[in-house]
């Protein structure tokens, strides 16, 4: 809906009479496959001026744009949790982790230590937020944001 964005068509339910007149959002099955899970009115969308996260699905010689899947909706918003929440899409970072991977982080590291437990002068800034600009597979994240 942002005049600058890349343009990309959208999968539409077979069985839609008019599709542009409204942005379908999907749920993507582990198998693959595409559910329909809501359709967000495009007025209401253009007004709101929302977001939405795009799943790129294929771009054949023969489409005029990439064909995609609207995958998720985001409110507008200025504050510090809506852009962390921009990032986390823009990046495909989960916000939550399956049970089975909290349970192994939390048998590796059964104690959380805090900064006060090694050194009197450091203090616990765990509850911040931060962000690595450092690449892919970088095995120091020292280039840090918060």
């Known amino acids: 809906l942002k005049k600058g964005a890349p343009k990309f068509q959208n999968v539409v339910p077979q069985d839609v009479k008019d599709p542009t007149d409204f942005i379908q959002l999907y749920n993507i099955t582990p198998d693959g496959k595409l559910k329909s899970r809501q359709k967000v009115p495009y007025d209401r969308a253009a007004k709101k001026r929302h977001l939405f996260v795009i799943r790129f699905l294929k771009w054949e010689p023969h489409f005029v744009y990439p064909l995609g899947v609207a995958t998720r909706m985001l409110e507008p918003g200025d504050s ?9 899409a823009d990046h495909m970072i989960e916000e939550t982790f399956p049970r089975q991977v909290q349970d192994h982080v939390n048998r ?20 911040l ?7 892919p597979g970088a095995c120091d994240l020292d280039d840090a944001l918060s």
């Open 80 to 88: 510090q949790d809506h852009a962390m929440k921009v990032l986390l």
């Open 108 to 127: 590796m590291f059964p104690k959380d230590p805090t900064a006060s437990d090694s050194c009197s002068f450091r203090y616990d800034l765990t509850s």
């Open 129 to 135: 937020t931060a962000i690595t600009i450092d690449p």
